[in-house]
């Protein structure tokens, strides 16, 4: 598959790498993922999924970030 | 002074380490958060004062926990000063989003020292820091440090007494248009003039719904913020965005000057191969479900050691106390009034004590990540999160230590919840009733049946518990549902100081502030069952109790019952084991008048209860009544040690008042189908 438009993290496999493109979460959600160092540009890899496929666990600036799949639904993002 | 971080980052180790025993836990006033301050000598021996603020990600709160940060930092907390220095702790294996906190620190305008800590987990992952360089870049004096093994400790203690320290010169510069909207804004705030811009800069990064909720500044603040915002987003700048973005890239360059990776290749690390197992889809469970079983045997059956030792001694004292007093009210009151209410506060510290080891394990080791991580699906289900269902599987044992675990779960509603349902959880305090009720319900029946009827009362209460947690989310705390984003910290080994500190301080502090509203309303409870006195002075103690308050108030309380087929007997047995519930089974007997030799032997009791008859001759306790008395053991709230609790944790009487209410309430409706329901359907 290519990097096409409006690909989001939840829809990523395990291991893919990738890299954020913007999001469509409301603001205060967002802000956090910002501040968790999920800025537009970073690049993250896809580490696992939780035993039951929720929350995903990715990994950004070298360490490892979980959110669910509800707001990982909100980051839009490209594959790397 | 004040000591500032990331969680994960071993700030607590870094604050135990310095402070050693002297520490005090306390409060801030109005919200739960917790006020942890220590003393230490600096390296001239001069005492200071360090304060433990909550670990934080951003001062752009989202948790009541960081709000507190936030406020003392800002000099907004009433009871606490603006701290002359921070020690900011960071993390040096994940220093980029470390730095993160740091780089808005640096924007207040108090003197830093940032102090590295895990140096030597960074530099097994192939990361080398220059401390130097970090130093240079930061403007601020950087500490290299292995806090659980004591490298640094005396360096950071230089570093904090060198007076007077100066204040940061380096922070994020923003965007040219940002930065003038933030300068325009500080002029106007009525704050000290070192923190305005910080102030300004975090007014303008709120998003609307949170500035409508700012209550320290006044609506002509709140306008001219939203005016400013509205000139940045003309002038296509982001203000929730672009003071974050300002951070990271000023954070990649401290990055790129300081950070020395190897060749950037380095082996998968200990703990992601760990996880590979303990997050596996088969393995995981495995594992959790393993650890749950063994933490729950532990506070269920290795705790009713030393409990049943503390009951033991109780009951002995009383006895000593009896024998050695003449018959007297005082006699009364010392033995079943206050030793008795002492002894149900002590009986719980066992179960207290494992509780916070093994959560301290699972905390320190990283693992609470994990299992939260495992179960948020499940628990989301009920509009729960990952972190509530160790509190749950707590409160199978015994509800207090449940709730005192909330304390993990960041967000406010979702620990409401979860505390408001965990006494639903069938705790062991029940099963003294249950035994009893099963005896009476089917003598004859084989203990595997019995322990089936058992079962199904467990389950029923976590059933009922998941219900309430969705109802109570859906209904009584909606709004926007908060999002889980759940740090997973790398393993780490336990450090065994920092748990046996907090069991020691958590069980000090149930001891102080739930212990005394518990002994108060034992001695309570004590004179409603013996005030007023029968005038009969030979009367025999099932006399005395049933014209006592409240022998009356089971009286009264008949009407409330009768639909549920209870007489007063029984109303005297729940009013009884209000406090507690296993002090049904003694209540019963002292009503029916049954002498036991062997409180543990309930067979006398059982006979008794099934022999008893209405006035029109048929029996008293039908399965349906037995059935019904289970059901509402399951659901009642009957403990006024888990209201202490409760009022403990919310700081406030409206949701222990609250939970009494509703759990009640669904006590007597269940009690209530179950017997009307059982009528109806030909039962007996």
Redesign the interface.
């Known amino acids: 598959m290519t990097t096409d438009a409006g690909e989001t993290l939840s829809s990523l496999p395990l291991g893919q790498k990738g890299r954020v493109l913007g999001f469509a979460l409301p603001p205060e959600h967002r802000q956090r993922l910002l501040e968790m160092g999920l800025t537009v540009g970073a690049q993250f890899e896809v580490i696992r999924f939780a035993p039951l496929g929720d929350p995903i666990d990715i990994k950004v600036r070298g360490y490892h970030l979980s959110l669910r799949k509800n707001e990982a639904a909100g980051v839009l993002v490209a594959r790397l | 002074m004040a000591i500032a971080g990331n969680p994960n980052c071993g700030k607590s180790t870094i604050f135990n380490a310095l402070t050693g025993l002297r520490q005090k836990v306390g409060n801030y006033p109005g919200v739960t958060v917790e006020k942890k301050t220590g003393r230490f000598f600096g390296s001239h021996g001069e005492a200071m004062e360090l304060l433990d603020l909550p670990g934080s990600?951003?001062l752009?709160v989202?948790s009541p926990d960081e709000a507190v940060a936030r406020d003392v930092l800002l000099g907004r907390q009433a009871d606490t000063p603006r701290p002359d220095v921070i020690i900011c702790v960071v993390d040096a294996?994940?220093?980029?989003?470390n730095l993160?906190l740091v780089a808005q620190m640096l924007e207040l305008n108090i003197p830093i020292v940032v102090a590295l800590n895990m140096v030597d987990v960074a530099e097994k992952n192939g990361v080398v820091i220059d401390i130097m360089a970090l130093r240079e870049k930061l403007g601020v004096p950087v500490v290299a440090m292995v806090a659980t093994k004591g490298v640094g400790l005396i360096e950071l203690r230089q570093a904090v007494s060198r007076s007077p320290l100066p204040p940061p010169t380096i922070w994020t510069q923003m965007p040219i248009v940002l930065e003038r909207e933030v300068m325009g804004l500080a002029k106007q705030l009525p704050v000290a003039p070192d923190i305005a811009r910080a102030e300004a800069l975090l007014l303008l990064?709120l998003?609307?719904?949170?500035l409508d909720e700012v209550t320290h500044h006044d609506r002509t603040v709140i306008q001219a913020t939203k005016a400013a915002q509205q000139r940045l987003g003309t002038a296509g700048i982001d203000p929730?965005?672009a003071p974050?973005?300002a951070r990271?890239d000023w954070i990649g360059q401290v990055c790129a000057a300081a950070h020395h990776t190897g060749d950037g290749h380095y082996a998968t690390s200990i703990s992601?191969k760990l996880?590979?197992w303990l997050?596996?889809?088969?393995w995981?469970?495995v594992a959790f479900l393993g650890m749950m079983a063994l933490m729950f045997f532990c506070i269920f059956f290795v705790a009713k050691v030393p409990m049943d030792a503390i009951t033991n001694g109780t009951d002995w004292l009383a006895k000593w106390v009896g024998d050695h007093l003449p018959e007297s009210d005082l006699r009364g009151l010392l033995t079943d009034g206050v030793i008795a209410g002492v002894g149900g506060v002590v009986v719980f510290l066992p179960q207290i004590l494992i509780l916070y080891f093994f959560l301290g394990i699972l905390e320190d080791t990283g693992y609470m990540?994990r299992a939260a991580?495992?179960m948020?699906?499940?628990m989301?289900k009920a509009g729960l999160h990952g972190k509530s269902f160790i509190p749950m599987l707590s409160s199978f044992a015994c509800a207090i230590p449940g709730i005192m675990a909330t304390r993990t779960i960041e967000n406010r509603k979702d620990r409401l919840v979860t505390i408001l349902v965990a006494p639903l959880m069938s705790c062991s305090a029940r099963v003294p009733v249950y035994t009893l009720m099963i005896a009476v319900l089917m003598p004859a029946h084989s203990a595997l049946q019995k322990a089936g009827i058992m079962l199904i009362m467990y389950f029923l209460g976590g059933a009922v518990a998941f219900g309430m947690a969705w109802l109570f989310k859906k209904k009584l705390l909606k709004g926007?549902?908060p999002?889980?984003?759940?740090?997973?910290?790398?393993y780490r080994m336990p450090s065994w100081k920092g748990v046996a500190l907090r069991m020691w301080e958590r069980s000090g502090l149930f001891l102080r502030r739930a212990g005394t509203v518990i002994l108060a309303l034992s001695v309570l409870l004590w004179a409603l069952a013996t005030y007023p006195k029968p005038s009969d002075p030979k009367a025999t103690p099932s006399e005395a109790l049933a014209q006592s308050f409240a022998g009356r108030m089971g009286h009264a309380l008949e009407p409330a019952i009768k639909p549920l087929g209870y007489d007063w007997k029984i109303g005297i047995g729940l009013i009884g084991s209000f406090a507690a519930r296993e002090v049904f089974v003694g209540t019963m007997s002292i009503v029916y008048s049954v002498e036991s030799k062997d409180k543990e032997d309930i067979t006398p009791l059982r006979d008794t209860m099934t022999n008893e008859k209405r006035s029109d001759g048929t029996p008293m306790f039908t399965p349906l009544v037995c059935i019904g008395l289970m059901v509402f053991y399951v659901l009642a709230m009957q403990c006024i040690s888990t209201v202490a609790v409760v009022r403990r944790e919310t700081n406030s009487w409206r949701w222990p008042l609250f939970q009494i209410f509703y759990m009640t309430g669904l006590a007597w409706v269940g009690a209530f189908l179950v017997y009307q329901g059982g009528k109806l359907l030909g039962f007996h």
Do not use: C, K
Not at chain 2, 93 to 97: D, H, K, Q, T, V
Not at chain 2, 207 to 210: C, D, I
Not at chain 2, 483 to 490: F, Q, R, T, V
């Open positions: 990600y951003s752009q989202r294996s994940n220093l980029e989003r993160y990064t998003h609307e719904a949170a929730i965005s974050v973005d990271y992601d996880d590979a997050t596996h889809r088969v995981g469970w990540a991580f495992i948020d699906r499940l989301s926007e549902t999002m889980l984003l759940l740090e997973m910290p790398p």
